[in-house]
């Protein structure tokens, strides 16, 4: 995940020379992340901090970049992505997620009233051409949220095309690692942005090269190729005179140890004394260097693994690391939730704080899918742990959610599906479909709470009142985050289904039934997005949706009261965690409607 500093300390050794004509390996989410850091650094200074490039855009962009390196005659060989992160980057992930989350809960703070409007040209000069990844972020990148779910989203777009799709891997790694190996076992360069890889080993015929260091050969003149700046490890090795005393890594280790800069950790390595190559700290630090297999290689698994999202990738291979080594980790003797636990860190949406997540209402979508998922393995889990946001009171513990039986689940998808079939029915347009489903949810949980349906404030707010010309409100950032919730529960669903199958399990008929239904899931960038989403709501209430829906749930019409404002005020959070009762408990605690509801998905109540 990067060494401070190194990577400007090394370029210095590095060799400008030709790309055109090299075989190449990506390390795909850097790409990703360098290609949305510089449009981001695009934004207009006009636009909210909801103000994202669209994914469809951002794909456009990695495709054009990618397209500009083999009209310059680059082989790219292989786009790797990571499929399951190591324990031992856990908690460096679970500090990123409280840092994102405190993010997040500070714009609620300093901008009580929501985003200010995505200008209609946001954007719209952004060109693709090679020297796009030297653009520098001029924003506060790093404070703004980022597109939730950009990786999947061009992991998507990069496997529907025809040149890029045979080429990407989702790997039961990290991508880093698996670059790193290609390039050690066949040479060439490795393109990347992560300093990390400075200190593999990749060979006499391997080097490295960082996205912004990708250049024109000559800028008047593209018939002239493109050029990159190459970092050879040994190369720079024996011009350090550090072959013999541990190389690059042991600078590394130095400068990491003692906090040091570079050329402090390299008069260190060159002067000391001490056995450091030898000692359990040095030691312990090259392990982590080292690709792990943590699913064996005839596995097969891998076989689907590529079809996958990297986030459902990691909790199948999870789920099946965690069945062949029981008890075999020493992190088995933490008491906190870790990776010895099955886990999921789901995308970090752009929504309310003060509000329950907006992942709350879709968890039993998400319920069937981890439960479908156990079939794979012979010792079912009882939970799993999901990591949404996080807070520092709570000891960074994700949420625990209970994963039902089989049974259940069974019963689960016949339900679910019959309110699919329903809608389709009801929603003839395949954009209405989804988006009702999610409305479904909404009412279908408020309901359980007691509670007003966002979902029914905003329609009725579209109904009485012109869309604000300035300003979107926190209730619509929020809804709009829990319909892409809701999307992306259905999308893991989906996933862990193909795999299951995939996997030569035989599928009960309504789980069969269920996977049938979700074959016409929207593309990621043909997801509702905050900018578009008062006019959607608009024509949902127009096509009287509310009251088709409150029709098949059995219950009244649904009354809304005008708000005095919008409410964004901080909530008092229950204590209760009800998501670890069982489905058929929730049932009968929940208050119901007299009327009997044939379509009904099992309600579940969540706090973060």
């Not at 695009?42 to 994914?55: L, T």
């Not at 990491?256 to 312990?284: H, I």
């Not at 929504?351 to 709350?360: H, Q, V």
């Not at 939970?383 to 000891?395: H, K, N």
Request: include cysteine; aromatic fraction near 8%; proline fraction near 7%.
């Amino acid at each position: 995940m990067g060494i401070r500093g190194f990577s400007k300390a090394i370029q210095r050794y590095g060799v400008f020379s030709p790309l055109s004509g090299d075989s190449v390996v990506i390390d795909g989410p850097a790409l990703v992340h360098r290609i949305s850091e510089a449009c981001m650094g695009q934004r207009p200074s006009s636009g909210g901090f909801v103000c994202h490039p669209p994914y469809s855009l951002l794909s456009r962009m990695v495709i054009s970049w990618l397209d500009e390196l083999k009209s310059h005659n680059v082989n790219v060989r292989k786009i790797y992505f990571d499929g399951y992160l190591p324990p031992s980057k856990w908690e460096v992930r679970r500090e990123r997620l409280l840092l994102q989350s405190q993010h997040m809960k500070a714009l609620v703070s300093s901008e009580p009233f929501g985003s200010s409007k995505t200008p209609e040209t946001a954007f719209n000069n952004l060109v693709a051409d090679m020297t796009f990844t030297r653009l520098i972020s001029r924003t506060r990148s790093n404070v703004l949220p980022k597109p939730p779910f950009m990786v999947p989203a061009i992991l998507e777009a990069l496997k529907s095309s025809e040149d890029w799709g045979p080429l990407v891997l989702v790997v039961p790694g990290e991508a880093d690692m698996f670059c790193a190996q290609d390039v050690r076992e066949n040479g060439g360069t490795l393109l990347t942005s992560d300093s990390d890889l400075l200190i593999q080993d990749l060979g006499p015929r391997g080097s490295v090269a960082f996205f912004w260091d990708v250049v024109p050969a000559d800028p008047a003149s593209k018939q002239l190729g493109i050029m990159a700046c190459k970092m050879s490890f040994h190369d720079i090795n024996d011009r350090l005179g550090l072959t013999n005393i541990g190389g690059l890594p042991r600078v590394a280790f130095e400068k990491q140890k003692g906090g040091m800069g570079f050329d402090t950790a390299l008069q260190n390595a060159r002067d000391s004394r001490e056995d450091t190559l030898n000692s359990l700290e040095y030691q312990s630090f090259m392990e982590e260097l080292q690709l792990r297999e943590y699913i064996p290689s005839c596995h097969p698994v891998l076989g689907v693994l590529s079809s996958l999202d990297p986030r459902i990738s990691e909790v199948v291979i999870q789920t099946l690391f965690l069945e062949n080594e029981p008890d075999s980790s020493p992190l088995d003797t933490k008491k906190s939730r870790g990776p010895e636990t099955l886990s999921i860190f789901l995308p970090i949406l752009v929504e309310n704080r003060d509000k329950r997540s907006a992942w709350t209402v879709s968890t039993n979508v998400r319920q069937i899918a981890y439960s479908v998922l156990q079939n794979l393995v012979h010792e079912r889990s009882s939970t799993v742990i999901e990591y949404r946001t996080l807070d520092s009171s709570t000891a960074l513990a994700g949420r625990q959610v209970e994963i039902p039986d089989l049974e259940e689940t069974v019963e689960n998808c016949t339900q679910l599906v019959a309110v699919l079939k329903k809608l389709a029915e009801i929603f003839p347009s395949p954009d209405m479909q989804w988006l009702s489903f999610a409305i479904y949810q909404d009412i279908e949980w408020s309901s359980s709470e007691q509670r007003i349906p966002l979902s029914a404030m905003l329609i009725n707010k579209t109904s009485n009142h012109p869309e604000d010309p300035d300003e979107y409100s926190w209730d619509l950032i929020h809804f709009t985050a829990q319909v892409q919730a809701c999307l992306y529960s259905l999308r893991i669903e989906k996933q862990i289904l193909d795999v299951v199958l995939f996997m030569g399990q035989n599928l009960p008929a309504p789980v069969q039934q269920l996977l049938d239904c979700l074959a016409s899931l929207p593309l990621i960038a043909e997801w509702p997005t905050v900018e578009r989403m008062f006019n959607i709501l608009s024509e949902f209430g127009k096509a009287e949706g509310l009251t088709k829906i409150t029709s098949m749930l059995g219950i009244p019409n649904i009354k809304v009261a005008e708000p005095s404002a919008d409410s964004t005020g901080p909530k008092k959070r229950q204590k209760k965690d009800q998501e670890l009762l069982s489905s058929k408990r929730r049932q009968r605690d929940v208050k119901k409607s007299p009327s009997i509801n044939p379509f009904a998905v099992l309600s579940q109540a969540s706090l973060d």
